[in-house]
């Protein structure tokens, strides 16, 4: 089980939850297994080819993916996502 | 006397300019093209109904000189932009970034690594803030996290996507104890992360900035090293082999014990011609020096 950390603003995408555990052995998976639970929200992480949206980041434990193997990161049981997305208000 | 610029007045700017007033600083100067209206009161706290159509720099700057009769405070009704950010900029100590455009976090990262200047970046949206200081001469920096800014449409303002108030404190008050650290000899343990804020549940966090070779705004760090487990000479050793894998121009953020290695290693550095950019405590027993390598 891989443990995704919800930000605050992108909560309401997925019934209020700080945390959406899904089964997954990489990033990707990860995602498409959250976007299964709650449809709608892989739209505000990724564009339309699936890729990452670039003022959006990806940390699994305390690596950005881009660093890694990208969508392709291997997840191990217990790994955790962060989502860090640029927040542009002031 | 240390200046500091604050770039934008708003949610962010109000509390940050307060703390860096509070902080002791001598020199501030407040750069926002705004007038207060109705609806920043509830968060933007230099400002009281009677100022509203006035300018935020007037109101601001006029309230804080009114309660810190030793600072020297000037404001510039103009917005920061590509042309005039080296001219605001110049001469800074510090510069704070409490816009809400997403394009000018860029530009003041840019712009301070150009001139040497650290920078406090900040932003808050709804529930969620986010805090990131760039030391003035190496990365990582915002553009290492962050390639582009958000397109416009996802880049919903506090105004219209509103945002909670107590958070705006939060963060605009932890920019200025991040700005008042780097100009106080506590740079070290600043920079190489980045804060996120979770107005919901309370929570704080600091997630380390990614290594990266090809940061067009501050050349990235190459690579981190973490030599708190060894003692000297080992210490140096692992240091050298570190600095053997990069190449020249690169920079090494290195993690050691406070004491024997802290006055060593650097010592080291500096003999075989290397720059040591960032030389300080992290907190009571680690101690952080950053390298750029020269030859
Ligand atoms: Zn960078």
Known sequence: MVVIKIPASLRKFVGGNERVDVDAANVREAID?????????????CDDAGNVRRFINIYAGDEDIRFLENMDTALDAGSELQIIPAIAGG | ?????????????????????????????????????????????LYRTADVGRAKVEVATQRLSESFSGLRVEGRRVHLGAANARELLRGADVVVDCTDDPGSRFIVNDVGLELGIPTVLGGVLQFDGLVLAVSGHSGPCFRCLFEVPPPTEEARRCGEAGVLGPLCGVVGHLQAQRAWGLVSGHAAAQTGFVTTVDGLRG??????????TDCPACGGLAARLDITPYSCPMTYVRTRLALETLNPGQTLDIVMRRGEPSRNVPRNLLDEGHDVLINGAVDDGRHRVVVRRVC
């Open chain 1, 33 to 45: 297994a959250l976007e299964g639970a709650h449809p709608g929200v892989k739209a505000k992480l």
């Open chain 2, 1 to 45: 006397m240390t200046r500091a610029v604050v770039i934008g007045l708003g949610g962010l700017g109000c509390p940050a300019a307060l703390g860096l007033a509070e902080s002791g600083i001598g020199e501030l100067l407040l750069v926002d093209p705004d007038t207060v209206e109705l609806s920043n009161l509830q968060r933007q706290v």
């Open chain 2, 203 to 212: 929570r704080i966090r600091d997630v380390p900035l990614p290594e990266a």
